[in-house]
């Protein structure tokens, strides 16, 4: 491809530095004809989440006669990257709350409704309420879908009750995982962490909340009290393996038992009793006083039920988002684009994923826009501040062939380092907030 477009270490710094950019210098993106920028063509974003609104205020600035549809019920946004810190005491939950009209441009058209039919021969959006919204272009961004009733037993409605946490259902849900947690870290007993099989949001968390909470432990006198076990249902804990090693190997030093390709298919939450699918095919129960549910994920209803999902390889099962892994654009609707984690790309369902690759839509959009083939390509980007313990952390960046891609000279990717901490607890809510704004 001619004139490619790669993100480099210096706009990744903007972003985890915090500052701001206009779109021009903070993603290299070239000029658009003034044809382009002059015309009036209907773009609809489906999903008004980190990736909706970043796609949104970019395109508003850029195309200012567009039509911009933005279709999201939700007013309140969550700031996902935070829920690990809240469900283990270190962050209140006031704290990853915000409203979504702080960051959404005024001049798009907010739909306060949901998309139920996405029909791109037609190239419709039909929303649970009825509504019709037809496009010349569309941007799918509406995140995953939590799929806690593939555990038979599972009820979120318990989720801070009888040692039952999960971290990812709601920022309700990670406060009263800490309830729990912190109980048990003051109690010991029997603490189950698990991991499914499918790609999951931030593939991290499972174990940031394992290594925290037996730091919490050792703090809270739970430690040499408790029997630890950590459930992966895949081969592995991390995908690069000098961490998966480093993982293996804390866990082993701090009274965790791993059990891989071990997946969690049932709960019964009044007997405290978790039963585990093992690589053999048979079953294994496990009685607990703490366990930390991480439920499979899929792509949102909409999206799966659509001409626009994976229908073979090994992204199909969750209905993923088909998607070029490099461009971001449709295999089949050259007009329809995907960010953030509906999208069926090899790895990257972080908030740095989508920081990297929304500039990459929204080049590549307005390529097409302008009659042109997209040219900007994304590397599969994506980080982990993987928190190790309460004060430590290892800034983890990679892309999709797994090579390290280090943007702070300072900080070690291999180490644990109090600064790797401070930009998660500190710097990253800011700099997501620009993010969210268009502005790195």
Known sequence: ??????????????????????????????????????????????????????????????????????????????????????????WPKSKVLDHNRSFMPSRVNWVKEMAREIDPDAKRVTTDAGRKVDYDYLVVANGVEYHYGAIEGMDINAIGQNGLASVYQSPDAAAKSWDVIKTFSQQGGEGIFTLPSTPIRCAGAPLKMALL????????????????????????????????????????????????????????????????????????????????????????????????????????????????????????????????????????????TVKMSVPIVVENLLAVIDGRDPSATFDGYTSCPLLTRFGAAMLIEFDYNGNLTPTFPMIDPKKESWMAWIMKDQMLKPAYQQMLRGRV
């Open 1 to 90: 491809m001619t004139n490619m477009v790669k993100l480099s270490a210096l706009s990744r710094r903007k972003f985890l530095a915090g500052g701001a950019a206009a779109l021009a210098t903070a993603t290299g993106l070239t000029s658009i004809s003034a044809r382009a920028a002059e015309s009036a063509p209907r773009i609809v974003i489906v999903g008004g989440g980190a990736a909706g609104i970043s796609i949104a205020n970019r395109l508003s600035r850029a195309l200012k006669n567009a039509d911009i549809t933005v279709i999201e019920r939700k007013e309140t946004h969550y700031y996902w990257p935070g829920l690990t810190l809240v469900a283990t005491g270190a």
């Open 213 to 352: 909470t037996l730091d919490r432990m050792r703090q809270n006198g739970g430690f040499d009290k408790s029997n630890m076990h950590f459930h992966s249902g895949t081969n592995g804990l991390f995908g690069i393996p000098f961490h998966n090693q480093f993982l293996l190997d804390e866990f082993a030093n701090n009274n965790t038992q791993v059990n891989l390709r071990s997946e969690l298919i049932a709960v019964d939450v009044a007997a405290r009793q978790a039963t585990f699918r093992q690589a053999e095919g048979d079953t294994r129960t496990q009685t607990y006083d703490l366990l930390h549910v991480v439920p499979p994920m899929r792509a949102p209803e909409v999206v799966r039920n659509s001409n626009l999902a994976w229908t073979e390889g090994n992204m199909a099962a969750g209905g993923w988002l088909a998607v070029d892994k490099d461009t971001l654009q449709h295999m089949t609707y050259p007009e329809v684009f995907g960010c953030g984690d509906v999208n069926g790309t090899p790895r990257g369902k972080t908030a740095a």
